[in-house]
């Protein structure tokens, strides 16, 4: 079956610019995670949807950072204003997540973005 | 706060060796661990996973782990390394009561020697 999708794989922008990245979850599956990948990092915890609402949005950095799920399926991570320091792999994660219960992830292959 | 440490970024063994990647965590509640493994341009794939059933977890391609709560470790183990295994491993640690978010370490280089 179907995996986790993101696109684009690939995104440069420039210093200032405003970009939104996509994630299509695997279909049914509730849980929805963004991480972003620094060169040499580990995945680091952005946000959290369960269902259309940001369940925990503690791992968003400042306030450029936003991302929406509006039908509880696709999810879209915007920043606006980019910087530099931005430049990172935007990994997307879904799980068929039971309430008290803690279930596999299943990762896309990731948004690589730059920032000039 | 939770956390896991990998100890070692890179290690290098031969090919038919022990591998042994080494994972420590921090949680103060009973955690949920796993292992991923990172292909270069590749996405995060499940290894294995540990929920607090059986402490020893057998995984994919040959991997195992053992959950050990009085060294709080979560090792990845193979008895005998292929040239295919050569990739970046990551350990994440998660627990029910703080969402479900994981946390993962800063990864592990795995480099096969023919």
Redesign the interface.
Same mark, same amino acid.
């Given at each position: 079956g179907a @995996?986790?999708s993101q696109t684009p794989s690939n995104k440069v922008t420039e210093k200032g610019k405003y970009v939104e990245l996509r994630c299509d979850p695997i279909s049914g599956h509730t %849980?929805l !995670?963004w !991480?972003r990948q620094s060169l $040499?990092? $580990? #995945?680091?915890?952005l946000i &959290?949807f369960q269902g259309t609402g940001a %369940? /925990?949005d503690s @791992?968003l950095p400042n306030d450029r950072f936003f991302a929406v799920r509006p039908e509880g399926s696709v999810s879209t991570l915007k920043i606006q204003r980019t910087e530099r320091g931005d430049s990172a792999v935007y990994?997307c %994660?879904s799980?068929a997540?039971l309430a @008290? $219960?803690? /279930?596999?992830? &299943?990762? @896309? #292959? $990731?948004t690589r973005l730059t920032v000039l | 706060a939770q956390s896991v440490t990998q100890l070692g970024s890179h290690v290098s063994v031969s090919e038919g060796a022990l591998v042994l990647l080494r994972c420590n965590y921090s949680s103060s509640v009973p955690p949920y661990l796993f292992w991923y493994v990172q292909y270069p341009n590749q996405g995060l794939q499940l290894l294995l996973k540990y929920t607090s059933a059986a402490t020893l977890v057998k995984g994919i391609n040959g991997f195992e782990a053992e959950f050990k709560k009085s060294e709080t470790s979560f090792h990845l183990t193979k008895p005998s390394a292929h040239m295919s295994d050569a990739a970046e491993y990551f350990c994440a640690v998660s627990r029910s009561n703080t969402g479900n978010q994981f946390y993962f370490g800063t990864g592990t280089s795995l480099t096969v020697i023919p």
């Open positions: @995996g986790v %849980a !995670y !991480y $040499g990092q $580990g #995945p680091e915890f &959290y %369940a /925990d @791992g990994l %994660a799980s997540q @008290g $219960g803690i /279930d596999t992830q &299943y990762f @896309g #292959p $990731g | -």
